[in-house]
């Protein structure tokens, strides 16, 4: 079965770069989640997406921003890198309204280096 | 705000042998989801089972079974016959959504070690 997609899967960037991580959900998903998880630390919720539309919206610093496409894919930018934005960073997917009944599944992770 | 608490950091368990991992949570509300996710090395996030809160039956998944207490805010996972590939790291997490779009918020984990 197709899963959530999420590209790159390591990036190494300097301080105050910006990055670009994607994120693919399941086919026929339309609800996309991100969640930050620092290292030794549990995800933290970053914001989701509906139908193009934010949802709902975490700990996401300024810097970041975040959208989804009409094919449903979303990526979150990150601008102004800090060492603290080193964290893997998890894009999640399901059908709006079910993602407590059914759980949400989640993508491999982007790990963000940032040095 | 809701909150979750794995008062278990590191666990460890013999293979065959059974272990539970607890867990708590805070919050207000009275309809929401409860899971367990196991997140191995290579870093996956793998959903173990899941607990809807007006549903007093305990949700059983193989050998993975939850003790869900609703009055007492207390989820805890139990694994039975241990098996090497159950070493992970463990998060509890809590689901609630007020606009179908379900926020979890999770605990900090509990490792477990599975020894041969």
């Not at chain 1, 930050?36 to 919720?45: A, E, S, W």
């Not at chain 2, 039975?80 to 179908?100: E, I, K, N, T």
Request: net charge neutral.
């Amino acid at each position: 079965a197709a899963g959530v997609i999420q590209s790159p899967r390591h990036l190494i960037k300097e301080k105050r770069e910006t990055a670009t991580l994607k994120c693919y959900p399941i086919p026929r998903h339309d609800t996309v989640y991100w969640y930050q998880q620092g290292p030794g630390q549990d995800p933290q919720f970053l914001i989701s997406f509906y139908e193009k539309m934010q949802s709902d919206k975490g700990s996401i610093p300024d810097r970041f921003s975040a959208q989804q496409f009409s094919d449903y894919h979303s990526e979150l930018n990150m601008s102004s890198l800090e060492l603290g934005d080193s964290a893997l960073y998890f894009c999640a997917s399901s059908l709006f309204g079910t993602g407590g009944v059914y759980g949400y599944t989640f993508g491999s992770g982007t790990r963000l280096t940032v040095v | 705000a809701q909150t979750v608490t794995q008062s278990q950091p590191e666990m460890s368990v013999q293979e065959a042998e059974t272990v539970t991992l607890s867990c708590t949570y805070d919050t207000s509300e009275s309809d929401y989801y409860l899971f367990w996710y196991k997140q191995p090395p290579s870093r996956q996030m793998i959903l173990v089972i899941r607990q809807e809160a007006y549903k007093q039956q305990n949700a059983t998944e193989n050998r993975f079974s939850v003790n869900f207490q609703k009055a007492a805010k207390s989820f805890s996972l139990k694994i039975s016959d241990s098996q090497l590939g159950d070493a992970a790291m463990y998060f509890c997490a809590y689901g609630y959504s007020g606009a179908g779009s379900y926020q979890l918020t999770f605990g900090k984990g509990t490792k477990l070690s599975v020894i041969p």
